[in-house]
């Protein structure tokens, strides 16, 4: 507490101090579940966005004879399953196979047909999912046996396959883009009309705060679940609706929670300090309530897309989401359990993929909460 | 007392009326109807089907109608479940639903309270960051990922349990969907008790009975916890009224005759009076639970009065 | 003293506790003994480690602390006893109660069945027999209606009847020590005359020890034996009580006795202009009670009062809690609505709307008491500072506010490069000061203090008094100041006025209501504040006469 006699110059010294959302940030990287937790979710969420873009099956392929093929690191076909597969291509095409030899990448078939060969023959193997580049090699001279050469396709299927033999990693990339999508905006409705409409039946107070308050109550007692299933079965499956029903039942606590800490930052000193200072109501709002608001509404925020998430696999386990070809974990989840038995991976990928996301977003917002208010300090 | 719980009912009929009215039109403005079937039915069914449910009037006579059913306790006939009414479904779902909600509760009352009070007592221990990440496992893995895998492993794999089914109520066969239903509940118990009782460790009244040399026995049970069990009495209500009326996750999974798989089925059919029965017994549970809570909360803390 | 023998003795006790950047060590290294039946007082301001002292003794420090050292209690060392044994002694043989009267029972349980708890427990008395012990012991606090009492729940009692069962619930086992810290700080003065008189009274009777933990030197004198003063964490100074006052050793000690706020000031003369009127100013709250508002009444916080600010006045408004003078600052400076006149410089504020009232607003500012409520905790100092220019002066450019930052940081003597900094990271005093500035920037004419040094310690305070009274003399400033410190009051008001419940109940020139008060409760209330002056008065006298003895 020195007093400094020296002219003052205008570019005085200062010492920059750390405020509480710095002090915060220190802490939350300090906090190691949350720290791995940020970095697991960063890594989901841009493999989703990322994933679909260089992964080479698309979400919506069907392998028609990859049909629930269990994950493997291995390329698909496996060895033995190449020549039934060449053998009943041709025998679609009604031509007799004499041999089928597979050299590395290469399959080559003899054939014999009673008539001449017919060159487009070769769209019976290109159709198969195991086959590309089929062409006939060689025809002897009478025209009725040939030689057809043909690419192994490997495919890679590191997930495995779904029902109906669509990968199941493309999948998971798409539904992980869908329900954080759906997360992220259902949030972003329910953070708009909470914290407008809690921070003005907060700053407002009174009989306005009275008849607010009481509105949402009554909201509050609806069983807003079977609002959101009537709606979303009367008014079909649309992912639009679907986040505005979610976003708008999610939105009751969050202006709860906006309401009472405007309510009580109103009583504190320095706002009414700041009305003292002559300070008008938009002035106080922005400087002095919104700085204060915005940490629990960070926290609720992060715990409020878990949540969201959550309550849209319901919906879509129900059969109430996402529509086919799109999907999201909560479908994925849903196909998984129907075949549980004997294709397990069907369940256990999406529920990892989904649980990590939950997970991640839990202990982030937990650390966030943390961070936000030491209670140990 | 007494007087209490008579206003609280009081209060409780208008929201009624508003889920009740809401519920009705909500669904009555729907496209379909309840005998579109993919199959059309003949001109001449049709017409006497719908004259038989009162189908033909106006809408508001309908509502009015199915009010003045309801005062005198009646639920009308189910329209997809021909030979039933929506009072008989009832009547023989909720016990099933109510038993098992009900064991669910209290097993995650008993385990989520122990638990939390292990977890807080022994704060930043290795015992407190395994509940604490058992718990947040519980709260972050839906039921519907949960079920299946129990049944997967206890009912398939291990053969110990019958994988699902309700088997006249057998006791195997509760055991799973009573776990899948416990699990969440005790993960958010023992949350919430550890939160509380955290801080009602700190507290000052509870420095005082420790400064006073009173066992920890004693500290613990007779102080901190019935401060700790506040927080979780207000979580209770909602949660218990939820519970009793049936899950419609566990009842699909798992084959059980109760309630909760009426809600989602009766709406794709467009079974209406079904539809509103649910509603309706649902929203009596809610209001019936969140009184007790209020009147267990007041029992608890006598700081909170009736008025 | 050093006759009989000791029931306590400390012996370099260390207290440290663990954060997340680093050891903080609260205690270093404290002796001290406690003989039986003897009062000790340890003294000293906040963060001198006093209570963590004799928190570690009743094994009470957090789960981050650790105690070393030793303190035996009849040959046992509290420090090293097992959870189980030491349970045996306290509660039992060595009491204590708290600064939280408020907090410290149980809000869920009756009374009755708090105070029996340890009798049961350590005596191992029925539950029929505690409870009977119980009302006994209610009446020997002087709790009335002690019968009815016994069932009530905390929160029907009054602050100083909830210390008054704390008192009863340390005595139920006859106690051999009884550790008071700061049992009267939370209460009014008028109460913790009462209590202190109480704690006294009964230990003539019952004859126990008490260690009194105090940042008061009042109560030290008037209530302690022998003193140990602490400060960062250790004794700078020890001694009996009559020692000490008389001839303070260590320079702390000295700052600590001269630290009452001193000097007086000179009323106005009467032609100094008015600057602030109210005229039948009447504040009143709705209560609500009840379902629907049934039960609702109206709280006249402020009942029909007048009074004149003139021009470099100072009126001192005291009171205790729910008088209504924090109430009346606020009105006064239409933060609140009320019914009356407020008049400033000729113009009539009732019924003013804010536009117009902007103008004015920059001539009449507030200070809080709270210097931690009262800054906002995410803007810097300098842009707290430099709010009300953003109303009244828009024009200014970024560069000229930054330079009457800094101007208003120096006129209350903090260091100018501290305005990037967050209000976290000053103490109370300093913030006390930056609240100040803020209010002083707009170089208003009359400034509102309400409370704001009640918050602070006693040496932090007097420099604060001290840049009021600078601030006063350099800019002619008129200030209302707001406290139930009457000390402060005496030092800084020429006018003073006294309230309860709402209504003014005797004002006039702080020299003569100070010197000569008229009604009972005035009288009442000087009586017990100035309990520490009069201690001092006295010790002076004292010390005068034995140097006249010496001399002679």
């Known amino acids: 507490m020195s007093i400094t006699e020296e002219p003052i110059t205008l570019d005085e010294p200062t010492i920059s101090g750390r405020s509480l959302w710095q002090d915060a940030l220190v802490r939350l990287r300090r906090n190691k579940a949350a720290m791995t937790s940020l970095f697991i979710l960063v890594v989901m969420a841009v493999a989703s966005l990322v994933g679909p873009l260089v992964w080479p099956h698309p979400y919506d392929r069907v392998y028609s004879e990859y049909v629930r093929v269990p994950a493997s690191l291995e390329a698909y076909p496996h060895e033995e399953r190449i020549v039934p597969e060449m053998e009943r291509s041709l025998s679609r095409a009604r031509v007799d196979v004499a041999s089928v030899e597979v050299e590395g990448d290469k399959v080559r078939a003899e054939i014999t047909d009673d008539d001449e060969v017919d060159p487009r023959i070769t769209r019976y193997v290109d159709r198969s999912d195991l086959f590309s580049n089929a062409k006939i090699a060689e025809t002897s001279a009478d025209g009725r046996s040939a030689v057809l050469e043909a690419d192994v396709a490997r495919l890679y299927f590191i997930a495995g396959t779904d029902g109906n033999g669509r990968d199941l990693l493309a999948r998971i990339f798409m539904a992980i883009r869908i329900s954080l999508a759906i997360g992220l905006l259902a949030t972003v409705v329910a953070l708009m009309i909470g914290v407008a409409y809690g921070a003005t039946a907060g700053y407002l107070g009174g009989r306005v705060d009275n008849v607010m308050m009481r509105l949402v109550d009554v909201l509050y007692s609806l069983p807003f679940i079977f609002f959101v299933i009537l709606l979303v079965v009367f008014f079909g499956r649309n992912f639009v609706l679907m986040f505005i029903a979610v976003g708008a039942i999610e939105w009751l606590d969050m202006a709860r929670i906006v309401r009472g800490q405007t309510l009580s930052l109103k009583r504190r000193e320095f706002v009414e300090a700041a009305e003292a200072l002559g300070v008008s109501n938009a002035g106080i709002v922005r400087r002095h309530i919104i700085p204060n608001v915005l940490g629990p509404v960070a926290v609720y925020m992060t715990l409020l897309v878990p949540k969201v998430i959550l309550l849209e696999s319901f919906l879509s386990f129900l059969g109430l989401g996402v529509q086919e070809p799109l999907t999201s974990l909560g479908v994925l989840i849903s196909e998984g359990a129907k075949n549980m038995q004997g294709a397990s991976w069907l369940l256990l990928y999406p529920s990892i993929a989904l649980a990590l996301i939950l997970f991640s977003l839990n202990f982030i917002g937990d650390g966030l909460r943390d961070a936000l208010d030491p209670k140990d300090r | ?307 | 003293m050093s006759t009989t023998e000791n029931v306590l003795s400390v012996r370099d006790l260390k207290v440290s506790f663990k954060l997340a950047d680093g050891q903080v060590d609260a205690v270093r290294g404290v002796n001290f003994d406690v003989a039986s039946g003897e009062t000790v007082a340890i003294v000293g301001e906040s963060g001198s480690g006093k209570s963590q002292t004799v928190m570690s003794l009743m094994g009470l420090l957090a789960s981050n602390g650790r105690a070393s050292g030793e303190a035996l209690y009849r040959g046992e060392d509290l420090l090293r006893l097992s959870p189980r044994k030491l349970n045996r002694i306290r509660g039992d043989k060595i009491t204590m109660i708290f600064q939280e009267p408020m907090s410290s029972l149980d809000p869920l349980y009756r009374i009755g069945r708090q105070i029996a708890e340890p009798m049961i427990h350590h005596g191992g008395l029925s539950p029929k027999a505690a409870r009977a012990k119980a009302l006994e012991l209610l009446k020997l606090v002087r709790i009335p209606n002690a019968e009815r009492r016994l069932d009530a729940y905390p929160h029907e009692m009054s602050g100083g009847q909830r210390q008054r069962v704390m008192i009863a619930m340390a005595l139920a086992n006859d106690p051999d020590i009884l550790i008071a810290d700061e049992p009267t700080t939370a209460l009014d003065v008028t109460i913790q005359a009462e209590i202190l008189r109480l704690l006294k009274d009964l230990q003539n009777r019952l004859g126990m020890a008490i260690v009194f933990i105090t940042h008061d030197l009042g109560i030290v004198r008037r209530f302690a034996d022998r003193v140990y003063v602490m400060r960062a964490g250790e004794v700078v100074e020890q001694g009996a009580v009559s020692e000490i006052f008389v001839r303070p050793q260590h320079p702390y000690t000295k700052m600590l006795l001269a630290a009452e706020p001193e000097g007086h000031k000179e009323p106005v003369p009467d032609t100094a202009p008015v600057l602030l009127q109210g005229r039948g100013v009447s504040v009143s709250f709705k209560i609500k009670e009840g379902f629907f508002g049934k039960n609702s009444f109206e709280l006249k916080a402020v009942d029909n009062l007048s009074l004149t600010l003139r021009q470099g006045q100072t009126i001192g408004i005291v009171g205790e809690s729910g008088s209504g003078k924090s109430t009346l600052g606020r009105a006064l400076l239409r933060l609140i609505s009320s019914r009356g006149e407020i008049i400033f410089e000729g113009q009539d504020l009732t019924g003013a709307d804010l536009r117009r009232d902007r103008p004015l607003r920059r001539q009449l500012q507030i200070v809080f008491q709270d210097p931690y409520g009262s800054l906002s905790p995410r803007l810097t100092v300098g842009q707290i500072i430099t709010e009300g220019l953003l109303v009244h002066e828009p024009e200014l450019s970024r560069k000229e506010r930054d330079r009457r930052a800094v101007e208003a940081l120096k006129e209350v003597q903090l260091d100018p490069a501290m305005r990037n900094r967050y209000p976290h990271e000053f103490s109370g005093g300093q913030r006390q000061r930056i609240a100040i500035a803020r209010a002083m920037i707009l170089k208003p004419k009359v400034l509102v203090l309400d409370e704001p040094t009640s918050a602070l310690d006693r040496s932090v305070q007097k420099e604060i008094v001290d840049l009021l009274r600078k601030l006063q003399r350099e800019h002619n400033l008129s200030y209302l100041f707001i406290s139930h410190d009457l000390s402060v009051v005496r030092a800084l008001a020429d006018t003073v006025i006294v309230m309860k419940e709402g209504k003014v109940v005797e004002e006039g020139l702080t020299e003569d209501v100070f010197a000569r008060p008229q009604k009972d409760y005035t009288k009442e209330l000087m009586a017990a504040a100035f309990m520490s002056q009069e201690a001092r008065r006295e010790a002076e006298r004292e010390a005068a006469s034995a140097k006249e003895a010496e001399a002679s």
């Open chain 2, 1 to 307: 007392m007494l007087s209490y719980v008579l206003r609280r009912l009081a209060t409780a009929i208008p929201t009624l009326f508003v889920i009740i009215t809401i519920s009705f039109f909500l669904m009555r403005v729907a496209p379909g109807g309840p005998f579109n079937l993919e199959r059309p039915l003949e001109a001449k069914v049709m017409e006497n089907l719908n004259r038989i449910y009162h189908l033909n009037e106006p809408l508001w006579r309908q509502y009015l109608l199915y009010l003045s059913n309801l005062l005198h306790g009646d639920l009308g006939p189910s329209f997809v479940y021909r030979d039933f009414s929506v009072g008989d479904l009832f009547a023989a779902g909720l016990p099933v639903s109510i038993q098992l909600g009900a064991s669910a509760l209290t097993l995650a009352l008993i385990i989520g309270t122990v638990l939390g009070s292990i977890a807080a007592l022994k704060q930043n221990s290795t015992i407190d960051y395994l509940v604490v990440g058992v718990a947040t496992f519980g709260i972050t893995i839906p039921p519907f990922v949960i079920a299946p895998v129990l049944s997967l492993i206890f009912g398939v794999s291990l053969g110990w349990l019958p994988a699902g089914g309700w088997g006249n109520g057998a006791l195997p066969n509760k055991i799973l969907p009573i776990v899948t239903l416990a699990l969440p509940q005790i993960a958010i118990v023992a949350r919430l008790i550890r939160g509380a009782m955290i801080e009602a460790l700190r507290s000052d009244h509870v420095r005082t009975v420790r400064a006073y040399g009173l066992p920890t026995r004693v500290v613990v049970m007779v102080h901190a916890l019935r401060a700790a069990i506040l927080p979780v009495v207000s979580y209770l209500g909602p949660a218990a009224a939820a519970l009793l009326t049936g899950s419609i996750v566990v009842e699909t999974i798992f084959g059980i005759p109760g309630v909760g798989r009426y809600f989602v089925q009766a709406a794709l059919n467009r079974d209406y009076t079904l539809v509103m029965g649910t509603v309706v017994v649902v929203s009596i549970f809610v209001v019936v639970f969140n009184m007790i809570v209020d009147l267990v909360y007041a029992w608890l803390d006598p700081r909170v009065r009736y008025d």
